[in-house]
């Protein structure tokens, strides 16, 4: 148990369909990450809030739509996805990414997401 | 931009065997993060490194951030069927313009165990 929940642990959506992950961390940080991983590739990063704030957007698709309401918790709405959006999605954590600070960050069990 | 490669990329061993693996940077790093990855599962910590030199064992696991800060390994003694998995390095550089560096993962290397 790592701290940080990812629901649903697998979702089948087509393309027309709208949906949404959702992410929690019980570890009191204040960072949170969304990541890609798709088979033989390295983890892309997507998304980074630190403090409810967006940081960082790695040039990610607008059919992808991030959330963070508060620290604990970071939602990606999906909407018109394609095929090759089927990945592994995976959302992290950290205690505070700022200047000086070690950023050790941890994994929720992701999200598998197939797109007919 | 930073590059990570880590190898070997796939490992097939007996059980008992030692095993290891290191990722290597084009530039240098002030954190080095090693991670586990079970299938259908995230990443998993398990060793975290800030100081280069610094050698830190978890169980039979042994990560050492190499000295010029651009190479880590990661080593297995007397593995175990459980060891089987995806092993990933990350590393992350020194902040730029007063912004942490994002973390760089690796391509992950393949661990297979035969009892």
């Known amino acids: 148990e790592t701290g940080v929940t990812q629901t649903p642990r697998h979702l089948v959506m087509g393309m027309t369909n709208k949906k949404s992950l959702k992410c929690e961390q019980h570890?009191?940080?204040?960072?949170m990450y969304w990541y890609k991983q798709s088979a033989k590739k390295p983890l892309e990063l997507m998304f980074v809030?630190?403090?409810?704030?967006?940081?960082e957007n790695n040039s990610v698709p607008s059919r992808f739509s991030p959330e963070c309401p508060n620290s604990s918790h970071l939602f990606l709405h999906l909407h018109t996805l394609q095929p090759e959006d089927s990945a592994l999605y995976l959302c992290a954590s950290s205690q505070d990414p700022a200047r000086g600070w070690q950023e050790t960050q941890y994994f929720g069990p992701g999200t598998r997401l197939l797109v007919l | 931009g930073q590059q990570l490669n880590q190898s070997p990329q796939s490992m097939f061993i007996q059980e008992g065997e030692d095993v290891s693996m290191n990722c290597t940077s084009s530039?240098?790093?002030?954190?080095w993060l090693w991670y586990k990855q079970d299938p259908g599962e995230g990443p998993v910590l398990l060793i975290a490194l800030y100081k280069a030199g610094e050698l830190t064992s978890n169980g039979r696991l042994t990560a050492q951030f190499g000295i010029t800060r651009k190479d880590s390994f990661l080593n297995i003694s007397a593995s175990i069927p459980s060891d089987v998995g995806i092993y990933f390095c990350a590393g992350q550089g020194p902040p730029r313009g007063g912004a942490t560096n994002k973390l760089i993962f690796g391509t992950g290397t393949l661990l297979a165990v035969q009892p």
């Open positions: 809030y630190n403090f409810k704030e967006q940081t």
């Open positions: 570890l009191g940080h204040n960072a």
């Open positions: 530039s240098i790093f002030n954190t």
